[in-house]
């Protein structure tokens, strides 16, 4: 039998989706290969087949990727059974006659039912949307003096998967909400497998991990009618937070623009918890782990977070799929911020057990310790990114855990979890969560069992295996427990005195935002508590923002009609932390899309020169014009990938005008919704009218050139206006905006109505 050939879907590296008409971009429905019949036979050579093996352990760059080789699902050309029997038909039920009754014998039917029937597993109870891909983490070896884990050395490259999720929504949820982000990563070391399990906020709602199934209740939709999907915006939440304030500070960083990221390409990530390492003279200390993502740090506005829910549910999915297919391979430095591990586990007065705090990185910095890399996509959501169990207590030599309370309660839930979620304890041999070290437990049997343990002595003591398997020492690479001392106390159900500031740290926040990011806060806050039914939440979050800080709780308080209240607590005036704002830096563009409008009658010379100069950029030019197909008037065809009733502004992080297209240029030409006839000639198209008005509203680069200040005029926008480049040629209106958009947007163009 002939191996079936592997199919890709891009042929050349570094090809963008720009390249691809819209029509056959992974994931999008159309025809994938110009025969329209279905192959009957198996030929020499087979036509292309989706496989369904594991990802490629070889990226396009000839990288390797974290994949694991021996995983192979499908085999053979021939339908079978799960049993391997061929089979000569699917498509009919076996009957009495065409027309006459199913016979219940019908084993392939009864099969194919049933095993349909138990497709679905239980989604996670958190963060059930995600999406993930596979990389490598490479060690840059100055860990080395704090922690023994061999993954952290220099000349060490370790295969990573990572999974980002939403926590709030069902899996089938929009991308966009505003809600935290999951960042969990597994690293396949040779020591086992280390799980760093850690979120896009470095602090979390609560203290201890017996409050956790209280805010996820709280958070989750109403139980009576199960609404509203994906959203903290109602009242049980906000009755929660505001009456559990110790989730102030996380709730603020979720109303800041970083409840909204633009990409998860884009995105920090927070081990919160402190961990503790430990050298080979086994020496320890705290430490923070943080990534930083290459790309910086961006978000969406919330006008255009809201309009993606809808346009393109599936944003944050889409933009880190393409990016890796097109070769834009996102990274993250991986860095730590290091502490004395001293009994108090305090550095500068801030308390390194509560999960409700940060250090700030001017007192701390961020020590970089290594640089993460995704290159390749999951080739199969179910098998990979569904299956994938990831545990804070999946741990190797030198990584330990440190007394948080919250991280306690974590140690026992992801485990349990993981037995619900995925039916039984052997979730460890699924391919995606298989250790890349050797693994010679005692554990056996059990629901899913796929190995074939040979021996008779799973247990020990034993003679009758000859010992094994044998225990290792700390000088033959086991994980030892620090012996940290443990103070003698009394069983209390308490929390220490220092867990009850719940305020300073938030103040901490807002004082550092700059007035930008402060509007958006005041947004989110107002729109949220304006979603809430109960005057006595919106009364009591006023008084949780009032110690935070009057601005902010009298600007909200305005926007709900509400009188604002005066603080309840004295008001700390730290200094502020510009590392906790966004704005600010120049960063660089890569796979930032950008979109191309023309007609026929624009400019298409420049509209090629502006299309090669994007790709140079490393950006994904996107053409937009009236209706599919090509502009082709003169010069090779220029592909168009969005027409004007498909394209909406929130796609792009610029738009560039090839000229101004005329209403009524195409078939269906925009007309007078009013009076049903066509616009007069040579009125700019409101379609794209419609999409530069809001292009802007959020901030955004735009340019042209081709007499397209005339539709920038209609749309009441000024050349002379930051993040506006109008120039005389494609190439340079280009170059003006991948400047612009190294900052991300626009800022001086807010405060804005978003
Ligand atoms: Fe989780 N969390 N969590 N969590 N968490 C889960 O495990 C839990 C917490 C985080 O992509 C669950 O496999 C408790 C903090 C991520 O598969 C569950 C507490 C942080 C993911 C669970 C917390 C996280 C989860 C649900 C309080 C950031 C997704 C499905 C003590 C540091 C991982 C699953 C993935 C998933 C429990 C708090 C991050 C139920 C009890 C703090 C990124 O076990």
Not at 174 to 197: I, M, N, P, Q, S
Not at 234 to 243: G, I, K, M, N
Request: with cysteine; hydrophobic share 40%.
């Amino acid at each position: 039998m002939p191996a079936v050939p592997r199919r890709t879907f891009m042929t050349t590296k570094k090809q963008s989706v720009a390249d691809i008409p819209e029509n056959e971009i992974p994931g999008k429905p159309g025809p994938q290969s110009p025969s329209v019949a279905e192959p009957t036979e198996p030929t020499e050579p087979l036509p292309p087949k989706p496989d369904q093996d594991g990802p490629d352990t070889v990226g396009p760059t000839g990288q390797p990727t974290g994949a694991d080789q021996a995983r192979v699902a499908q085999s053979g050309a021939y339908l079978t059974t799960a049993q391997g029997t061929r089979l000569p038909d699917t498509d009919h039920s076996l009957k009495a006659g065409a027309r006459g009754p199913v016979l219940l014998q019908d084993h392939h039917l009864r099969e194919k039912i049933t095993h349909f029937d138990h497709e679905r597993i239980p989604e996670r109870v958190v963060h059930a949307r995600g999406a993930a891909a596979h990389g490598v983490f490479q060690g840059y070896g100055t860990a080395g003096e704090v922690s023994k884990a061999a993954f952290l050395a220099k000349d060490v490259e370790t295969p990573v998967f990572v999974r980002f999720s939403t926590v709030l929504g069902s899996r089938g949820s929009a991308d966009t909400v505003r809600d935290t982000r999951g960042f969990a990563t597994k690293f396949y070391t040779d020591e086992g497998v280390f799980d760093l399990v850690g979120n896009n906020i470095p602090v979390f709602f609560i203290q201890d991990a017996i409050k956790f199934p209280d805010i996820i209740h709280a958070g989750k939709p109403h139980p009576d009618r199960e609404i509203p999907q994906a959203q903290s915006a109602h009242d049980t939440f906000w009755d929660f937070v505001s009456l559990h304030t110790e989730a102030t500070h996380h709730t603020l960083w979720n109303m800041s623009d970083r409840g909204i990221p633009r990409s998860y390409r884009m995105m920090e990530g927070f081990g919160v918890h402190t961990f503790r390492l430990v050298n080979a003279a086994d020496e320890s200390v705290l430490v923070k782990f943080h990534w930083k993502p290459k790309l910086g740090v961006h978000s969406l506005v919330w006008e255009e977070a809201q309009m993606i829910a809808g346009v393109d549910p599936d944003f944050h999915r889409r933009d880190l799929f393409d990016a890796i297919e097109s070769g834009a391979f996102p990274q993250w430095e991986l860095g730590i911020q290091v502490f004395p591990d001293t009994p108090e586990q305090t550095f500068e007065g801030i308390d390194l057990l509560d999960p409700t705090k940060i250090v700030p990185e001017e007192l701390s910095p961020v020590q970089p310790i290594g640089l993460m890399t995704l290159n390749a996509n999951t080739k199969n959501y179910f098998a990979e990114t569904e299956q994938v169990a990831f545990h804070p207590g999946h741990l190797v030599p030198g990584i330990d855990v440190t007394d948080d309370p919250l991280l306690a309660g974590r140690l026992f839930s992801y485990l349990d979890t993981q037995i619900s979620r995925l039916g039984g304890p052997n979730f460890a041999q699924i391919p995606i969560n298989r250790p890349h070290a050797p693994v010679n437990d005692m554990l056996r049997d059990g629901m899913h069992q796929t190995a074939v343990h040979t021996g008779v002595a799973p247990y020990r003591p034993n003679s009758l295996d000859g010992g094994c398997p044998f225990l290792a020492g700390a000088d033959t690479g086991a994980f030892i427990e620090t012996p940290v001392q443990v103070p003698a106390a009394s069983k209390v159900r308490e929390a220490p005195a220092s867990f009850a500031d719940h305020f300073s740290q938030p103040r901490l926040f807002w004082l550092s935002m700059t007035p930008t990011e402060r509007e958006h806060i005041v947004a989110a806050y107002t729109f949220e508590l304006n979603k809430c039914y109960e005057q006595a939440v919106k009364e009591r979050t006023l008084q949780v923002l009032a110690n935070i800080d009057p601005q902010l709780c009298e600007q909200v308080a305005a926007g709900l009609g509400l009188p604002a209240p005066a603080a309840s607590v004295s008001l700390v005036t730290a200094d502020p932390s510009p590392a906790l704002s966004q704005v600010g830096g120049t960063w660089p563009v890569d796979g930032r899309v950008i979109g191309i409008i023309a007609d026929a009658a624009a400019d298409l010379d420049g509209v090629r020169t502006a299309r090669q100069a994007v790709l140079d950029a490393g950006m994904v030019p996107l053409v937009i014009a009236p209706t599919g197909g090509t502009l082709d008037s003169g010069g090779d065809p220029i592909g168009i990938q969005r027409t004007f009733a498909t394209a909406r502004s929130v796609e792009f992080d610029a738009l560039v005008l090839a000229g101004v297209p005329q209403a009524g240029a195409d078939a269906y030409g925009a007309r007078d919704a009013k009076a049903g006839t066509a616009l007069p000639p040579k009125a700019p198209d409101p379609r794209v009218l419609l999409l530069v008005t809001e292009a802007y509203r959020h901030g955004k680069a735009i340019g042209g050139w081709n007499g397209a200040e005339r539709l920038l005029e209609s749309a009441g926008i000024t050349t002379a206006e930051p993040g506006v480049a109008v120039s005389d040629s494609g190439a340079a209106v280009v170059d003006a905006l991948a400047t612009a958009l190294g900052e991300h947007r626009a800022w001086d163009r807010f405060p804005a109505a978003v």
